[in-house]
């Protein structure tokens, strides 16, 4: 009993500070993808278009794509350990404004609130993350990442399993989730104020790393933002309209397509946790070529096959394209050492905002065209993934040199 009252070692309290960040990342995500989820629910029982589904997701991942820098920025500046759980109750709020959604703008309302809820736990959360990484921040990016996207894998089979059966106002049932997670983040937040109390050795690390000239830092963050322009918009045409395209083209019902949904969005978040530990063993950059322009061969081939190599090449395509955020993301944080609110949350803002835009626009595609279109116009996305050739090499080479 004596060695059960004993403290934590500070590598251990980190590592379950970690972990539980994590689990919060899981329970936010997860709330955020029944939103996509039950887009076919919503699209009957509010006659909706393809263009205003996808005015549903721009709603909310605009509102987290133009809160997120603001919130980085500030808490830079003075971090709030308690807005963790603030953001966590804003999207609370919107759950139960979804549930109870009678008419298309209460919708917006909603994944706005949710939005907000975003914009303050991801560049707050991916800090205290990087504070619990004890040096291994790919790896410790990749622990946080994979937890949203294992929630954004879970939730739309738990939409298949509850909402779909019992209608919209089951979504109220997740509020639950949501109050789990503030409590969570109670805990988190009181190891960021302890953390943040406590002497900083490392605080002279901004001091080792190399600099660029501004106008080589301005154009490497131009290529970084490219690839996340590259990577969300395609992901949004499959997060978005997979299911429908599916649906259309080989004739599934609704929960088969969800299922096979679940696969993809499980295979994101398998490759989430390989990008960041590869990309700190083999440098991040080798890491964004494969990931982004090695997806390449399997987007050409997926809108001409069968059921069963879609599946399967919509898996190959979550597993090896999730592996390139986290290596993104401390990327950019290495090229601008004690920014880390500030980059992650206009990295994340701006993932957010182009997968909203993306959204919407291929929704507004698709009602013009066809989904198949869609699939084969966004195929070629991945080809941007070229410019990673023009990224500055490895920190550590640049030192040397």
């Known amino acids: 009993m004596k060695d059960l009252a004993r403290p934590l070692p500070a590598t251990a309290l980190a590592g379950t500070v970690l ?111 990087r504070m619990a990484s004890g040096g291994r921040h790919g790896f410790a990016q990749s622990v946080f990442q994979v937890g949203g996207n294992a929630g954004s894998a879970v939730g739309p089979l738990l939409a298949a399993l509850v909402i779909v059966p019992r209608g919209q106002g089951s979504i109220a049932w997740f509020s639950l989730a949501a109050l789990l997670a503030m409590a969570l983040l109670t805990y988190v937040g009181t190891w960021y104020r302890r953390h943040l109390a406590a002497p900083k050795a490392a605080a002279h690390a901004a001091a080792l790393h190399p600099g660029l000239s501004r106008g080589r830092l301005i154009a490497s963050m131009g290529i970084l933002g490219a690839l996340i322009f590259s990577k969300y918009f395609y992901m949004a045409s499959l997060t978005n309209f997979y299911m429908f395209f599916l649906m259309d083209r080989f004739g599934l019902p609704v929960r088969s397509a969800q299922v096979r949904l679940f696969l993809f969005l499980g295979a994101v978040a398998a490759g989430t946790i390989l990008g960041g530990p590869i990309g700190d063993r083999i440098g991040r950059k080798r890491v964004i070529w494969a990931s982004i322009l090695g997806v390449l061969p399997f987007t050409l081939l997926l809108p001409y096959v069968s059921l069963g190599w879609t599946t399967a090449l919509s898996i190959v395509i979550g597993l090896v394209l999730s592996s390139a955020f986290s290596a993104i993301l401390v990327y950019a944080q290495e090229l601008v050492p004690g920014r880390v609110g500030l980059i992650s949350g206009l990295f994340f803002g701006f993932a957010f905002g182009m997968g909203g835009l993306g959204a919407a626009l291929l929704g507004v595609l698709a009602d013009h065209t066809s989904l198949a279109f869609v699939y084969r116009v966004c195929a070629f996305l991945p080809a941007i993934g070229i410019l990673t050739a023009f990224l500055p090499g490895r920190h550590r080479e640049q030192a040397q040199a």
């Open 19 to 129: 972990a539980a960040v994590s689990a919060c990342h899981f329970l936010n995500d997860m709330v955020q993808s029944l939103i996509s989820a039950v887009y076919p629910m919503l699209k009957v029982s509010f006659h909706l278009s393809f263009a205003q589904l996808g005015l549903v997701t721009l709603t909310y991942q605009l509102t987290a794509s133009l809160l997120q820098p603001v919130v980085g920025y500030c808490t830079d500046r003075r971090p709030r350990p308690g807005s963790l759980v603030m953001g966590m109750g804003s999207t609370l709020l919107g759950l139960l404004l979804l549930a109870s959604a009678t008419r298309f703008p209460m919708l917006l309302a909603g994944a706005s609130l949710v939005g907000m809820g975003s914009a303050v736990f991801h560049p707050e959360s991916s800090r205290v993350a």
